[in-house]
T-cell receptor, first 115, second 114 residues
Framework: AQSVAQPEDQVNVAEGNPLTVKCTYS??????LFWYVQYPNRGLQFLLK??????LVKGSYGFEAEFNKSQTSFHLKKPSALVSDSALYFC?????????????FGQGTTLQVKP | DAGITQSPRHKVTETGTPVTLRCHQT?????MYWYRQDPGHGLRLIHY???????DKGEVSDGYSVSRSKTEDFLLTLESATSSQTSVYFC?????????????FGEGSRLTVL
């Protein structure tokens, strides 16, 4: 069965410093991986995805993610954090070979960026 | 942004009463989903739809039913609400092809069952 794990409940970083939010996955077959962000009292917003190709994927708001097949990881990164990046971040995997778009989400990581 | 709205946004009800949450999208997306969000569990899929009148169960479907009579509308019904169904419910929609998995979420419906 497909699954994703986000090992950190919370990540704290100072504004201007690089940030990393970790995600590991377990899938059978090729992974289709996603990152979403949730601001307080809002729905989730799509950030970026990995389907195939380049291991470094660029997304919205300056975020990028690095796919590492040998480590089964898909970590979210940003070179310079902003206070406005503070939010809840979810990693997700598309279920199996399904083309229905069903996603399995991790438990989420709260990112706190301090001035 | 895709137009996807949920109603009601907040509801308090009593155990044993029926509840219906509504989701409306204006993007003509084929797929629609209902998730629930609970602390420590992330988002869990309740039911999804892959077309009008075509629905299937998700991970946590017990106690829930859905209906989709039009492309744009997806209803979630709790036939007899229980306290364990207190949660924030999110509707999402998504397209097909290379964009499969890029979901657009509503703002959520906070349900409290007393």
């Amino acid at each position: 069965a497909q699954s994703v794990a986000q090992p950190e409940d919370q990540v704290n970083v100072a504004e201007g410093n690089p940030l990393t939010v970790k995600c590991t996955y377990s899938v059978s077959g090729n992974p289709y991986l996603f990152w979403y962000v949730q601001y307080p009292n809002r729905g989730l917003q799509f950030l970026l995805k990995y389907i195939t190709g380049d291991n470094l994927v660029k997304g919205s708001y300056g975020f990028e993610a690095e796919f590492n097949k040998s480590q089964t990881s898909f970590h979210l990164k940003k070179p310079s954090a902003l206070v406005s990046d503070s939010a809840l971040y979810f990693c997700a995997v598309r279920e199996g070979s399904s083309n229905t778009g069903k996603l399995i989400f991790g438990q989420g990581t709260t990112l706190q960026v301090k001035p | 942004d895709a137009g996807i709205t949920q109603s009601p946004r907040h509801k308090v009800t009593e155990t044993g009463t029926p509840v219906t949450l509504r989701c409306h999208q204006t993007e003509n997306h084929r797929y629609m989903y209902w998730y629930r969000q609970d602390p420590g569990h992330g988002l869990r899929l309740i039911h999804y739809s892959y077309g009008v009148k075509d629905t299937d169960k998700g991970e946590v479907s017990d106690g829930y039913s859905v209906s989709r009579s039009k492309t744009e509308d997806f209803l979630l019904t709790l036939e007899s609400a229980t306290s364990s169904q207190t949660s924030v419910y999110f509707c999402a929609s998504g397209g097909t092809g290379v964009n499969t998995g890029e979901l657009f979420f509503g703002e959520g419906s906070r349900l409290t069952v007393l």
